[in-house]
């Protein structure tokens, strides 16, 4: 019988390994919850308060109002906007980490990191509106940080970010009330309005998760961007490899995985140290094997092509190869069961925030101010640890991939020549059909990776370019979509472009938090032709999304006027109100609306339709 969890050869190799070994994974785990609560799958529980918790009915023969009164379409509403609210708390917290290191870089404080762009921290700096002349680098950085931060809790009533965006786009922002003003403020608010007893209409409250999302996409979002790459260093394109098949039989085997770079960058560095070379290689190993997983290895693929072992749903796999000496973690995206997984082997599970603490797991705490001796710290746990390895159980599925990764807004600005003319000319001549935004996670409700491989596939067959982020790009990595070769696969005017550039059919822009990258281009394109973003040929999809974070980078795109697909069913059903708000009146309201479709064949054809309908009112 054919195993439908994965469609990655490797992934299937080491389920198989997994069952054979007596080992839970996320799969198992999702297949022993069936029947999953159908009340929590159309988003009708409520727990708001201590009346509860309460359930809507939705065949109506039970209560149709919780103990307070509230409807399903008000319990399906809060719960949306909580979930937007957790989403772009986690992202701009990410941000406000980047901003936090800048400043402390600035003043001195922490000495191991060094501003890398000089020239993207200028450019910032004159965005924000500072004075650059005559002043020193770090005086510059000190001011841009502490202004960023300001952008947290903001008193000018209004996020620096917006002004990116087109002039109609931010009127329908004004005239719907849904201008961003505070990254904290937006999330405290939508925390305040969905307590007991506050806002029960459940417009308005989809209306403020709009709000909430934006604080994240043109705020938290954008800044973790931005800082990351003045102090770690604008992406430009970089070849690497994918999948599993990255671990090494012989070397010790690091694998980093969460989403802050802050941790990453100095892991990279100090894999390099000589000394601690020799130290592996005094205890057998041929020499340190660094490797990322989700985010996190999307970061430090894109700036150094450190080797990428997966994503989201490979994280427990990885383990089960027997071949890692320590899985080193942050935060966001991983599985509270790695650290009993990991005692299964001799893995060592290391945490290193103070946010994300893990049963199972040795917290060595990431200290940036003394960020390279933490991470040799770590490195050296590994090392110690290489002799415990028992080599009977290793099995590291052959499968690898090449990839080209790390396409930034200025990268791909480079590759058209400085301007953006070259692809709006493409567009215009049909040779591009038009741009879909593919991003997001894996979820074990789908089978891994096929709708992100084959929903890229089915579009750039038809001339769309592909832009991608976070799990999804990785999927692409790891089905060789990442290449300038995979231009064969595209349609006769897209991999036309392909070639004369030099570029993939589909682009690698980075992790889940640099959709802002995305938003940049969008508006600059709008800008550029004089329209709304939301009169572009342009569409986003999340084919295989899980997290809160997924939830509101689709609220924040939606709002900046893009039709976005999403791939699982979100938590709605139980309100035809919001539902209909969210695939219907929305775009109206702001231009961009969401469609549900399973099947990434059928949601190509949406994105096409949505893309040639654009096309037609724009006249080309």
């Known amino acids: 019988m054919k195993d439908t969890r994965s469609i990655d050869p490797a992934s299937l190799q080491m389920l198989k390994v997994a069952r054979d070994e007596g080992l839970e994974t996320a799969w198992d785990r999702y297949l022993a919850q069936q029947p999953q609560c159908g009340f929590g799958e159309l988003g009708l529980c409520c727990r708001n308060c201590n009346m509860g918790p309460c359930r809507i009915d939705p065949f109506g023969d039970g209560p149709q109002k919780g103990v307070c009164g509230a409807t399903g379409d008000i319990i399906v509403a809060r719960n949306l906007l909580r979930m937007i609210a957790a989403g772009a708390a986690a992202h701009s917290d990410h941000g406000r980490d980047i901003v936090e290191t800048l400043r402390g870089v600035a003043a001195g404080e922490i000495r191991d990191y060094t501003i890398k762009d000089e020239s993207k921290l200028m450019a910032l700096a004159r965005e924000f509106g500072l004075s650059t002349e005559g002043e020193t680098v770090q005086v510059i950085a000190k001011k841009l940080a502490e202004a960023a931060l300001e952008e947290f809790g903001t008193r000018k009533g209004y996020l620096q970010g917006i002004n990116r965006v087109p002039v109609k786009r931010k009127e329908i922002w004004e005239k719907l009330g849904i201008t961003p003003r505070g990254i904290d403020r937006e999330v405290v608010e939508a925390m305040h309005r969905t ?8 417009a308005n409250l989809i209306l403020h998760g709009l709000r909430c999302s934006l604080s994240d996409g043109w705020g938290g979002s954008l800044l973790a961007t931005e800082f990351s790459d003045v102090l770690f260093g604008t992406p430009r394109p970089v070849r690497g490899r994918s999948n599993l098949g990255v671990l090494s039989k012989e070397a010790v085997n690091i694998l980093v995985h969460g989403h802050e770079p802050v941790l990453s960058e100095m892991l990279v560095a100090a894999a390099k140290d000589l000394d601690l070379i020799s130290a592996a290689r005094a205890k057998g190993a041929s020499g340190i094997n660094l490797v990322g997983m989700c985010c996190t290895g999307n970061e430090i693929l894109m700036r150094h092509g450190v080797p ?15 071949a ?12 509270p069961a790695l650290g009993q997984l990991a005692a299964c082997y001799h893995t060592k599970f290391i945490s290193t925030s103070p946010k994300a603490k893990f049963p199972g797991a040795l917290h060595i705490p990431l200290d940036e101010h003394n960020a390279l001796e933490t991470a040799r710290k770590i490195i050296l746990q590994a090392i110690e640890n290489y002799p415990n390895r028992d080599q009977n159980r290793v099995y590291i599925p052959e499968e690898t991939a090449e990839y080209v990764a790390g396409f930034s807004v200025e990268a791909l600005l480079n590759a058209l020549g400085g301007t953006l003319d070259p692809l709006i ?20 409700k789908v089978t891994q990776d096929h709708s992100h491989v084959n929903l890229a596939k089915a ?7 592909v832009v991608e982020t976070g799990c999804a790009a990785i999927a692409s990595a790891k089905a060789g979509l990442l290449l300038p070769e995979a231009a064969e696969l595209a349609g006769a005017g897209l991999a036309e472009v392909c070639r ?6 589909v682009l690698h822009m980075g992790s889940c938090v640099d959709i802002s990258r995305i938003l940049t281009v969008a508006a600059a394109l709008a800008g550029a032709l004089g329209v709304d973003i939301a009169d572009l040929p342009v569409a986003g999809a999340a084919p295989e999304w899980m997290s809160e974070k997924a939830v509101s980078i689709g609220a924040y795109v939606v709002a900046s006027g893009i039709f976005t697909v ?7 059903l139980g309100s035809s109100v919001v539902a209909d708000l969210l695939t219907g009146q929305a775009k109206d309201l702001v231009g961009g609306y969401f469609a549900v479709e399973t099947d990434p064949f059928k949601a190509a054809e949406l994105i096409i ?3 040639d309908a654009r096309r037609a009112a724009l006249g080309i």
């Open 195 to 202: 307590h007991f007893g506050v806002d029960n209409d459940p």
């Open 308 to 322: 990428v072992a997966g994503n989201f749903l490979q994280q427990e796999l990885a383990i089960i190869t027997g």
């Open 324 to 335: 890692l000496e320590a899985v080193v973690v942050d935060v966001q995206c991983i599985m």
């Open 425 to 444: 000319e493409a567009v215009k001549n049909k040779k591009i059909r038009g741009i879909a935004a593919l991003v997001g996670c894996n979820n074990p």
């Open 459 to 465: 579009l750039i067959a038809r001339n769309v370019l």
């Open 500 to 505: 004369a550039l030099g570029v993939p059919p």
């Open 566 to 572: 999403l791939g699982t069913v979100p938590p709605v």
């Open 609 to 611: 339709a949505h893309i």
